[in-house]
């Protein structure tokens, strides 16, 4: 592969000609910088143009086909051994991604990723040592995870968070299926290993992959006969039994399933292609380093110049006249699993968020649930203390209790628990509670248990909601269409989408505070920031989409204030996406869990925002006018306050 010099890292620029079948043990990061090509990877086709890019695992079968426009490719294989161990789950960051969702990601930081690709070509152009390129790779490879991370913001809004043991268990299970894939698999025999319900883990693997257990297996199984079929004279029915198939017909039904075509065609219409395209070279003779740079920086100047324009802002302070209201019903709900409340640190999480943030209300998923209550050992005396600090902290707090005919668990579990609350707690509590009943059925057995809940629940003055079907929030907020911030405020927040995986305070929460601060009057409206009042106050918002989308390049802003009679303190919040990610600093989220107050205090300072104060005298002179340079770089979001003395 080229890796002869520096022994990590290779990069080759070619064309695509006609069409190459083919894998290996190094990730591959393939970008088109000229013309376009079609690539398959998985099950997926992607038209992928000029300036756009995709990660391709180890030892993941693709086929590049040429289009009607002549392209050039530039591909950075990276050796996997020093990737995984590094990043020893860097595999199953990318595994756990669906390619789709990956290309949007990876594209969206493109500009960033495409420079650490530039200083890697430059160092290996200079033939420098190995431990410098080793040190550049690192960082390159950190960019590429944090596209995959699933707790930043970005221009589809908040990716979901997975709780560290949900997310570990998911990684497991994919483990599980690539290895043993050729085997018979049950889903039984890893919930008891994982020592969870059949019925939880095959719902949560649902839920956080997309896909049924029992897919995902059958696409490892398809994806391994996929390569069997090209490099192997072996019959289908060989292929199928060795890929964990029972029968010839289930392996035919799910290979359609994937990719539209029956194993048989499949092999008659690409196996001699790929036979071709392995005894010759698949691509053009590498060129050099120098050209390899030149049609990487080719790309990114006109992004580059798009984020140098200077923007002026001019506020008139003696104007009170409001564009629209910045409707601050937001923070009405707050929403969490069970498992969000259930330990020390999540509390204090919690009571973060309240004291910056301050939301209304909470709503609590899954506090009854047996799988909550078995797996933290939650008793009766526990759930009341959650129940107590979570009506101390909000107004009003709603707890989601979920029956059917089959699991009436959580309403058993419910009922025991507020009857004996309010044995401790005075009556006046039940105001502040509130039940969100859902259905999972319309059992007659179903409806008669829950009028029977729901009699208890009047007997205590408690109120209700049912659902046929409770809709918690969506695991990601919708695709950005329009005003970013529109789509940060106009649903339920997550308190799992407000922390890194390691528990600390991720670049959701700088923007939900920051949106906090704001006023409700918006006097200023513009793309990426916005301006508000609050009587004699000023907030300034600049959220660049929220993320680090662009070449990190600096954006001037020049701020003129008018009518500026009385004294100001200026108060100015950075918040650098990129910089600020500390999510590398614990490499094993189960030493968060012994961190003292204190050591977790002084980590989770490394990613506060900046912070700077100045002070503005007030003019005498009503046409005077006051200037202020507010630099913003394209990974940052700013929160300018100017408060009157």
Same mark, same amino acid.
Not at 114 to 136: C, T
Not at 406 to 424: C, I, W
Not at 529 to 542: A, G, N, S, W
Not at 552 to 571: G, M
């Given at each position: 592969?080229?890796?002869?010099?520096?022994?990590?890292?290779?990069?080759?620029?070619?064309?695509?000609?006609?069409?190459?079948?083919?894998?290996?043990?190094?990730?591959?990061?393939?970008?088109?910088?000229?013309?376009?090509?079609?690539?398959?990877?998985?099950?997926?086709?992607?038209?992928?143009?000029?300036?756009?890019?995709?990660?391709?695992?180890?030892?993941?079968?693709?086929?590049?086909?040429?289009?009607?426009?002549?392209?050039?490719?530039?591909?950075?294989?990276?050796?996997?051994?020093?990737?995984?161990?590094?990043?020893?789950?860097?595999?199953?960051?990318?595994?756990?991604?669906?390619?789709?969702?990956?290309?949007?990601?990876?594209?969206?930081?493109?500009?960033?990723?495409?420079?650490?690709?530039?200083?890697?070509?430059?160092?290996?152009?200079?033939?420098?040592?190995?431990?410098?390129?080793?040190?550049?790779?690192?960082?390159?490879? %950190?960019?590429?995870?944090?596209?995959?991370?699933?707790?930043?913001?970005?221009?589809?809004?908040?990716?979901?968070?997975?709780?560290?043991?949900?997310?570990?268990?998911?990684?497991?299970?994919?483990?599980?299926?690539?290895?043993?894939?050729?085997?018979?698999?049950?889903?039984?025999?890893?919930?008891?290993?994982?020592?969870?319900?059949?019925?939880?883990?095959?719902?949560?693997?649902?839920?956080?992959?997309?896909?049924?257990?029992?897919?995902?297996?059958?696409?490892?199984?398809?994806?391994?006969?996929?390569?069997?079929?090209?490099?192997?004279?072996?019959?289908?029915?060989?292929?199928?039994?060795?890929?964990?198939?029972?029968?010839?017909?289930?392996?035919?039904?799910?290979?359609?399933?994937?990719? %539209?075509?029956?194993? !048989?065609?499949?092999?008659?219409?690409?196996?001699?292609?790929?036979?071709?395209?392995?005894?010759?070279?698949?691509?053009?003779?590498?060129?050099?380093?120098?050209?390899?740079?030149?049609?990487?920086?080719?790309?990114?100047?006109?992004?580059?110049?798009?984020?140098?324009?200077?923007?002026?802002?001019?506020?008139?302070?003696?104007? !009170?006249?409001?564009?629209?209201?910045?409707?601050?019903?937001?923070?009405?709900?707050?929403?969490?699993?069970?498992?969000?409340?259930?330990?020390?640190?999540?509390?204090?999480?919690?009571?973060?968020?309240?004291?910056?943030?301050?939301?209304?209300?909470?709503?609590?998923?899954?506090?009854?649930?047996?799988?909550?209550?078995?797996?933290?050992?939650?008793?009766?005396?526990?759930?009341?203390?959650?129940?107590?600090?979570?009506?101390?902290?909000?107004?009003?707090?709603?707890?989601?209790?979920?029956?059917?005919?089959?699991?009436?668990?959580?309403?058993?579990?419910?009922?025991?628990?507020?009857?004996?609350?309010?044995?401790?707690?005075?009556?006046?509590?039940?105001?502040?509670?509130?039940? %969100?009943?859902?259905?999972?059925?319309?059992?007659?057995?179903?409806?008669?248990?829950?009028?029977?809940?729901?009699?208890?629940?009047?007997?205590?003055?408690?109120?209700?909601?049912?659902?046929?079907?409770?809709?918690?929030?969506?695991?990601?907020?919708?695709?950005?269409?329009?005003?970013?911030?529109?789509?940060?405020?106009?649903?339920?927040?997550?308190?799992?989408?407000?922390?890194?995986?390691?528990?600390?305070?991720?670049?959701?929460?700088?923007?939900?505070?920051?949106?906090?601060?704001?006023?409700?009057?918006?006097?200023?409206?513009?793309?990426?920031?916005?301006?508000?009042? %609050?009587?004699?106050?000023?907030?300034?918002?600049?959220?660049?989409?929220?993320?680090?989308?662009?070449?990190?390049?600096?954006?001037?802003?020049?701020?003129?204030?008018?009518?500026?009679?009385?004294?100001?303190?200026?108060?100015?919040?950075?918040?650098?996406?990129?910089?600020?990610?500390?999510?590398?600093?614990?490499?094993?989220?189960?030493?968060?869990?012994?961190?003292?107050?204190?050591?977790?205090?002084?980590?989770?300072?490394?990613?506060?925002?900046?912070?700077?104060?100045?002070?503005?005298?007030?003019?005498?002179?009503?046409?005077?006018?006051?200037?202020?340079?507010?630099?913003?770089?394209?990974?940052?979001?700013?929160?300018?306050?100017?408060?009157?003395?």
């Amino acid at each position: 592969m080229g890796f002869e010099e520096n022994g990590v890292v290779f990069l080759n620029q070619s064309s695509i000609i006609g069409q190459t079948f083919h894998w290996h043990d190094e990730l591959e990061l393939l970008i088109v910088v000229e013309g376009s090509i079609d690539l398959k990877v998985g099950y997926e086709w992607f038209r992928i143009k000029a300036g756009n890019m995709m990660l391709i695992n180890s030892d993941e079968i693709h086929s590049i086909k040429e289009t009607n426009e002549k392209n050039i490719v530039i591909s950075v294989y990276i050796d996997c051994n020093i990737t995984y161990e590094k990043y020893p789950d860097f595999y199953e960051i990318v595994a756990l991604w669906p390619y789709s969702e990956a290309f949007n990601k990876l594209n969206q930081r493109r500009y960033i990723i495409m420079e650490h690709v530039s200083r890697l070509a430059v160092l290996i152009k200079k033939n420098e040592e190995k431990e410098k390129i080793i040190h550049h790779l690192d960082a390159f490879l %950190k960019s590429l995870i944090y596209c995959y991370r699933l707790d930043i913001t970005d221009l589809d809004g908040a990716a979901f968070q997975i709780t560290d043991d949900k997310m570990d268990m998911i990684y497991r299970v994919i483990k599980y299926l690539y290895t043993n894939y050729d085997q018979k698999v049950k889903l039984q025999e890893i919930s008891e290993q994982e020592y969870l319900s059949l019925f939880y883990l095959s719902h949560k693997f649902k839920d956080i992959t997309g896909f049924s257990f029992r897919d995902w297996l059958n696409f490892v199984r398809v994806e391994k006969a996929e390569k069997m079929l090209l490099e192997t004279p072996y019959p289908i029915t060989e292929i199928a039994c060795h890929c964990g198939f029972s029968d010839v017909r289930y392996f035919n039904k799910h290979f359609m399933k994937w990719y %539209k075509i029956s194993p !048989t065609k499949y092999r008659k219409l690409f196996r001699e292609s790929y036979e071709m395209q392995t005894d010759a070279q698949r691509f053009e003779k590498d060129v050099s380093m120098t050209e390899i740079i030149n049609k990487i920086e080719a790309i990114v100047p006109d992004q580059r110049e798009e984020t140098r324009k200077k923007v002026d802002i001019i506020i008139d302070l003696d104007k !009170t006249s409001v564009i629209e209201r910045f409707d601050p019903t937001w923070k009405e709900n707050l929403w969490c699993r069970a498992s969000n409340v259930l330990g020390y640190r999540q509390k204090k999480q919690i009571e973060e968020a309240q004291n910056d943030i301050g939301f209304v209300s909470i709503i609590v998923d899954e506090l009854f649930s047996s799988e909550v209550i078995q797996t933290e050992d939650a008793s009766v005396g526990e759930i009341h203390d959650i129940l107590n600090f979570l009506l101390n902290s909000f107004s009003k707090v709603y707890l989601v209790v979920n029956c059917s005919k089959e699991d009436q668990y959580e309403v058993e579990t419910a009922e025991v628990s507020l009857k004996s609350f309010f044995r401790f707690y005075a009556k006046s509590r039940a105001t502040q509670l509130g039940f %969100k009943i859902d259905m999972a059925d319309n059992e007659e057995e179903t409806k008669k248990r829950v009028e029977e809940f729901i009699a208890l629940l009047s007997s205590c003055h408690v109120r209700y909601e049912r659902y046929e079907k409770y809709k918690k929030p969506s695991d990601s907020l919708r695709a950005v269409k329009g005003d970013y911030i529109s789509n940060l405020t106009d649903s339920e927040i997550r308190l799992d989408w407000l922390y890194s995986k390691n528990g600390f305070r991720n670049n959701l929460y700088y923007m939900y505070l920051f949106l906090a601060q704001m006023g409700e009057a918006i006097v200023l409206k513009e793309d990426g920031y916005f301006v508000t009042r %609050k009587e004699d106050d000023v907030q300034i918002l600049f959220y660049n989409e929220g993320a680090a989308l662009q070449y990190k390049q600096e954006t001037p802003y020049n701020l003129t204030l008018k009518n500026l009679n009385a004294d100001y303190k200026v108060v100015h919040y950075v918040w650098d996406s990129e910089r600020d990610d500390i999510t590398s600093i614990i490499k094993n989220y189960k030493v968060i869990k012994h961190l003292t107050d204190t050591e977790f205090k002084v980590i989770e300072r490394a990613s506060a925002p900046m912070v700077s104060v100045e002070y503005i005298e007030g003019k005498l002179a009503n046409n005077e006018e006051c200037g202020l340079k507010l630099p913003l770089f394209s990974t940052s979001i700013r929160l300018t306050l100017l408060i009157k003395i």
